[in-house]
């Protein structure tokens, strides 16, 4: 391959790269970084510019549990060994809270067999953080249908009750349902137990009352 062929070839990496939507780096063995994507980048809230000859371990602070890795990764690599490694990381993110973020980082060392260390293929394996609790508070005519809803009553009955039409009812119910992130009536009826919105022990169902 001539050295038009290979730059050719080397700015087309580099655009499939940058496209890439999975966090990506290159290094050398020491961990300096040569080589990242925007979606690596934007993981600390930066641009690739500002993240190149940076260290991979001064942007990533292994897991207790991932020390062991990463010697193991150091003695391959000495060894000529060319396995795959996936090490525990957690790492600020860019957020103006500056949230704590955790996930897996798969370095894979990569390019022919030299007698100097190989560089190093990273990919980010991000780790989806907790959604937070659905939130319990209701409307007064939500606690209504809700009440209707676990006692049995239909779409039609529970409208005239509270004095809306099917389509009204149906609002309600599905808001809640997206609200509360369950499928069904069934499963919203249950969801106003755990969370303490129906009173427990009651017949027929109610609202439970504030403390």
């Not at 940058?18 to 925007?38: F, H, K, M, Q, S």
């Not at 525990?88 to 030299?114: C, K, N, Y």
């Not at 039609?156 to 119910?173: F, P, R, S």
Request: hydrophobic fraction near 45%; aromatic fraction near 6%.
């Amino acid at each position: 391959m001539d050295c038009d062929e290979y730059f050719a070839w080397r700015n087309y990496f580099l655009m499939l790269l940058d496209r890439l939507p999975l966090p990506v780096a290159i290094c050398r063995a020491d961990g300096e970084i040569t080589v990242v994507n925007p979606a690596m980048a934007a993981e600390w809230g930066t641009a690739p510019g500002q993240v190149r000859g940076r260290n991979l371990l001064d942007l990533f602070t292994p897991s207790d549990s991932a020390a062991d890795q990463l010697g193991r990764l150091i003695d391959a690599l000495r060894l000529g060994r060319r396995s795959r490694y996936t090490i525990d990381v957690r790492w600020p993110s860019g957020a103006a809270d500056g949230a704590q973020r955790e996930g897996e980082l798969i370095v894979e060392p990569v390019g022919e067999p030299s007698p100097t260390y190989p560089a190093l293929l990273t990919v980010l394996r991000v780790r989806a953080a907790a959604e937070p609790e659905p939130v319990a508070e209701v409307s007064d005519i939500e606690g209504r249908i809700l009440a209707l809803a676990a006692a049995g009553a239909t779409t039609a009955a529970i409208g005239k009750a509270v004095g809306l039409t099917v389509d009204g009812v149906n609002y309600h119910l599905t808001r809640l349902s997206r609200r509360w992130r369950v499928p069904n009536r069934t499963a919203l009826v249950a969801k106003a137990y755990v969370l303490g919105v129906l009173a427990p022990g009651q017949w027929p169902p109610a609202r439970r009352r504030a403390d």
